[in-house]
């Protein structure tokens, strides 16, 4: 009979590689299309809501970022220029660094907190309290 060291290797090699190195969280790829001038982005709600922040305040974030006009409009957000999906996803991940991402344990279980002048991110999962550089 097997000892149970040599079954549990045997049983991590049958595990698909993609099932071990999933993380609970992803950033969302934008979807959306051009239209004549302006760039439409039909899932923004969507990406919000995964970070768990107001869409407000991502979208503020992004328009500095990219340097343009912007709108929400229902539930898909209209940037003023054409904008490559590469330079969105981009921004998101940088949002997400900074306002969405804790930084001491790397989860996404975060509050976003103002006191005074000074913006907080306290995360859910480990406790960790850090001031965060306004940016917008």
Known sequence: ????????????EKIPEIAVQKERFEIPK????????????TN????????NRPPEHLLKFVLKELATPGE????????????????????????????????DCGKPDTKLSK????????????GARHSVKTRI
């Open 1 to 12: 009979m097997e000892d149970y060291k040599t079954m549990l290797d045997s049983a991590y």
């Open 30 to 41: 934008v979807r959306g299309h051009v239209q004549g001038n302006k760039t439409i982005l």
């Open 44 to 51: 923004f709600m969507d990406i919000a809501k995964a970070f």
């Open 72 to 103: 929400i409009k229902k539930s898909f957000v209209i940037f003023g220029t054409k904008i490559p999906a590469s330079r969105i996803n981009e921004k998101l991940e940088q949002y997400a660094e900074i306002y969405v991402l804790c930084k």
């Open 115 to 126: 006191e005074g002048e000074i913006l907080f991110m306290k995360c859910m999962a480990c």
